[in-house]
């Protein structure tokens, strides 16, 4: 019996992880969109403590923080490790050596572009492969897991 309950337990510890990934994928899109919207350009830092949203102030030459749903700092209950590949971006911020003002990791264009990047998604402690969300920077971005042969 408890043979089965774990099995199950990783199920679900799975289908958490699969979950968190297809949510992330819709909230760096809707953050495109509101790129769109609004003209403006948005921003998407990726670090060890997860994935975080900013859209950029031309005016004041920073990048804001964006704290409303959907773009909060989404909690996980395990220990993730994320990996971003990007290409090189235009950089939209002041020249200044301020740690409070570094770009974002990808950067989501007022055009709808965004830079070209990957992004891996995998728990610290598990042996599976990681998630990946892609994008080109023209199409939408895309959650694949690459399988193992």
Same mark, same amino acid.
């Given at each position: 019996?408890?043979?089965?309950?774990?099995?199950?337990? *990783? /199920?679900?510890?799975?289908? +958490?992880?699969?979950?968190? #990934? =297809?949510?992330?994928?819709?909230? %760096? $899109?809707?953050?495109?969109?509101?790129?769109?919207?609004?003209?403006?350009?948005? *921003? /998407?830092?990726?670090?060890? +403590?997860?994935?975080?949203? #900013? =859209?950029?102030?031309?005016?004041? %030459? $920073?990048?804001?923080?964006?704290?409303?749903?959907?773009?909060?700092?989404?909690?996980?209950?395990?220990?993730?490790?994320?990996?971003?590949?990007?290409?090189?971006?235009?950089?939209?911020?002041?020249?200044?050596?301020?740690?409070?003002?570094?770009?974002?990791?990808?950067?989501?264009?007022?055009?709808?572009?965004?830079?070209?990047?990957?992004?891996?998604?995998?728990?610290?402690?598990?042996?599976?492969?990681?998630?990946?969300?892609?994008?080109?920077?023209?199409?939408?971005?895309?959650?694949?897991?690459?399988?193992?042969?």
């Amino acid at each position: 019996m408890s043979v089965v309950v774990s099995s199950f337990t *990783g /199920v679900d510890a799975e289908q +958490e992880l699969r979950g968190y #990934a =297809e949510r992330l994928a819709l909230r %760096i $899109e809707l953050a495109r969109d509101k790129a769109v919207q609004t003209n403006r350009e948005w *921003g /998407v830092y990726v670090d060890e +403590e997860g994935v975080r949203f #900013a =859209e950029y102030d031309e005016i004041n %030459i $920073e990048w804001v923080p964006r704290a409303e749903r959907p773009f909060t700092q989404e909690g996980y209950s395990a220990d993730l490790t994320f990996e971003a590949i990007v290409e090189d971006a235009v950089k939209l911020t002041s020249d200044n050596d301020n740690d409070d003002d570094q770009p974002p990791t990808i950067v989501l264009f007022s055009s709808g572009e965004t830079t070209p990047f990957e992004l891996s998604i995998e728990h610290k402690d598990w042996q599976s492969q990681p998630w990946l969300l892609a994008s080109d920077g023209f199409t939408r971005t895309e959650l694949t897991r690459p399988e193992v042969y």
